[in-house]
């Protein structure tokens, strides 16, 4: 049995479920086919409460050295109830170097009922070490294909089928993403306020204020996903810490849990921060997708699939105004743009020079 394997494939391409079907296949104690998904075993690690199986997923924007060290003195114990220790990374890309390294010595030397599950986008040396690389099992996914997603969409989540198709179309290939533009309005406006900053770019009135719109939007989108999670956390630790209690001792107890309380406030705020990133990417990646349409159909590449199809009018239109090399420089300086923000450039000036990029692109 390999002890390390790295499933790569594209956001939405599955391969965090990937991982965990995995995981469920080796614990699974069905006397059947292994992966049998209804054993407890399974179940459990499905669930995320199998105590032989850890998921490790990324609150901040990185999994760091101490994080990593935990998981891995955990990782080197035998199993209690499973077949395996197991140990599930999700988003491998976002270790860092001291937590990769930590990782390193226990996957080249892997204790003997341990087996390390990573994900990642692919194999390029930025988005996992290539130390690490050769010595796991590389498992590559693709995107699953428009007319797969909307089949998951209408048999699991009972969608009605042109809504899913339409939901599946736009979706860039990622079925999460498919499932909240199909249910959820909110989503849909994100997406048209995103697809919005090429008109407004090219209005030097509106330019600035649209970018300032886009960065607060996915700010307020990530203040939402976050704060019920946050809220239950500090009532939480309040509670184990004796708030609220009228006994002897009790306010000395709370001011010498400050620092308990700091530590939580400070991984809350990651998990914000690195919330809001990923809702700000996720509108700067149908942003590049647009200008590529256009591109495409600027070009004469029509038997190419577009990313925005229900967005064909304006696209035809913005792809008979800028000629094709103004349209590749605004898919350049959308990319520009998401690698300032992955080394921690502030949004507002990642996205103010993105625009001010496009709008001279747009206005020339």
């Known amino acids: 049995m390999t002890h390390a394997w790295l499933i790569t494939g594209p956001p939405g391409s599955g391969r965090s479920v990937a991982a ?44 760091g050295v101490d994080e990593m060290r935990s998981i891995v003195q955990i990782a080197s114990r035998r199993p209690t109830t499973g077949h395996w220790q197991i140990v599930v990374i999700e988003d491998a890309d976002r270790l860092t170097e001291g937590a990769a390294n930590a990782l390193l010595k226990v996957v080249e030397e892997p204790p003997p009922s341990t087996v390390f599950l990573l994900c990642a986008p692919s194999v390029d040396p930025e988005d996992i070490a290539v130390t690490l690389r050769s010595r796991c099992r590389h498992v590559a996914l693709v995107t699953p294909s428009t007319d797969a997603i909307a089949r998951v969409l209408v048999d699991r989540d009972g969608l009605a089928s042109d809504t899913a198709q339409w939901a599946a179309s736009v979706s860039g290939g990622h079925v999460g993403r498919a499932r909240r533009l199909a249910t959820d309005p909110e989503a849909r406006q994100r997406r048209e306020r995103a697809l919005g900053l090429v008109r407004d770019a090219a209005t030097p009135s509106r330019a600035y204020a649209a970018a300032e719109e886009l960065v607060a939007a996915a700010e307020t989108e990530a203040v939402v996903l976050t704060a019920d999670r946050a809220e239950a956390e500090t009532e939480e630790l309040r509670t184990a810490l004796g708030a609220g209690g009228t006994g002897k001792g009790t306010a000395g107890a709370m001011r010498g849990a400050a620092g308990a309380i700091k530590d939580l406030e400070r991984r809350q705020k990651s998990r914000q921060t690195r919330a809001s990133r990923d809702a700000l990417d996720r509108a700067l990646i149908d942003l590049a997708t647009y200008f590529r349409d256009a591109l495409l159909v600027s070009s004469s590449a029509g038997a190419v699939a577009a990313n925005h199809p229900d967005m064909a009018q304006p696209v035809a239109a913005l792809a008979a105004h800028a000629a094709p090399a103004r349209l590749l420089r605004c898919i350049e300086a959308v990319l520009e743009c998401r690698e300032a923000l992955a080394v921690n450039v502030k949004p507002k000036f990642a996205v103010d020079a993105m625009v001010a990029t496009i709008g001279q692109q747009l206005r020339g």
């Open 20 to 63: 965990l079907c995995f995981a469920a296949a080796l614990q699974c104690i069905s006397d059947g086919e292994p992966g049998c998904g209804s054993c407890r075993a399974c179940s459990t690690t499905m669930a995320g409460t199998h105590a032989d199986v850890r998921r490790v997923i990324p609150e901040g924007l990185s999994i």
